[in-house]
């Protein structure tokens, strides 16, 4: 219980959902059945099942029914590209035969999660981490951590945007009938934001892993997933022109 009083208290759903995902573009689910049914108990036992009690905007809390937290549902804080992953391989496992790999949700629990999504997507079509962009840079004059900037406020990621994006298209497919107009309208504006921040080279800024090429694969990723392709997206085709010139003569990837 200790470990509740920290920002964190582990990786879990978010490395279970990746996870899941790796195993699942494989050919292998009837090998690893049991790892995914597993890992399906895990994610479902995870999502975030109520709001918090009281009023939410005395509070200034955010809604968190149906989200994802970074680890565990003890966690419980509501994160947009936690959200969007176990959305994500929820959705991939209840497309896979159930003796396999377990019951799906019940749809009212994929609703959920994408009431959770829109509900975070900012007015430039960005999203942020745990809640809206919603006040000014100047707060953070009032930073009282003396190891991280930018924290004061939730600014937009690349990476949330483009996990959003991942989610919601698989969604649409398994489920066109609901909130379709919205489902669009989320997506557009997400991909507008991506195309909007990506630097002249080709490559957008990364908040987290291996900076400009970690951020680089979500914005590429978000951008397919939303139909684009190197053929008709000069952004794409930008993006790899910046990852083909990053290669090292090893063959693999670095950043100085």
């Known amino acids: 219980d200790g470990m ?13 959902s990746f996870a899941v995902q790796a ?18 108990a895990f994610v479902k036992n995870s999502q975030v099942l109520e709001d918090c009690p009281g009023d939410l905007d005395y509070w200034y809390r955010h809604i968190s029914k149906g989200a ?4 565990t549902a003890d966690h419980g804080w509501p994160i ?7 959305l994500k391989a929820a959705l991939l496992l209840s497309q896979s035969p159930s003796e396999l790999v377990g019951e799906p949700l019940e749809a009212q629990r994929y609703y959920n999660a994408v009431n959770v999504i829109f509900s975070l997507q900012n007015a430039d079509g960005s999203f942020a981490t745990y809640e809206l962009t919603r006040s000014y840079s100047w707060m953070e004059l009032i930073n009282p ?6 924290i004061v406020i939730d600014y937009p990621y690349v990476e949330c945007t483009s996990a ?7 969604f649409n497919k398994i489920y066109p009938g609901h909130r379709t107009a919205e489902v669009d309208t989320c997506i557009k504006k997400a991909v507008a934001f991506i195309e909007s921040i990506q630097a002249a080279d080709g490559s957008w800024y990364g908040s987290w892993a291996v900076c400009f090429t970690y951020a680089t694969w979500f914005g590429i990723k978000g951008l397919v997933a939303s139909g684009k392709s190197f053929d008709n ?24």
């Not at 509740?4 to 279970?16: A, I, R, V």
């Not at 994802?68 to 680890?71: A, G, L, M």
């Not at 930008?238 to 990852?243: E, H």
Request: include cysteine.
């Open 145 to 150: 951590a003396e190891t991280f900037g930018d």
């Open 233 to 256: 997206s000069s952004s794409i085709q930008k993006a790899c022109n910046f990852l083909l010139s990053k290669q090292c003569p090893s063959g693999g990837w670095g950043e100085s």
């Open 164 to 170: 959003a994006i991942q989610a919601l298209v698989p």
């Open 4 to 16: 509740k009083m920290k920002g964190y208290n582990g990786s879990q759903l978010w490395d279970t």
């Open 23 to 40: 195993i699942l573009s494989t050919n292998l689910i009837e090998e690893y059945a049991s790892t995914l049914k597993k890992a399906h």
């Open 80 to 86: 947009s590209d936690c959200t969007a992953e176990g």
């Open 68 to 71: 994802w937290p970074f680890s």
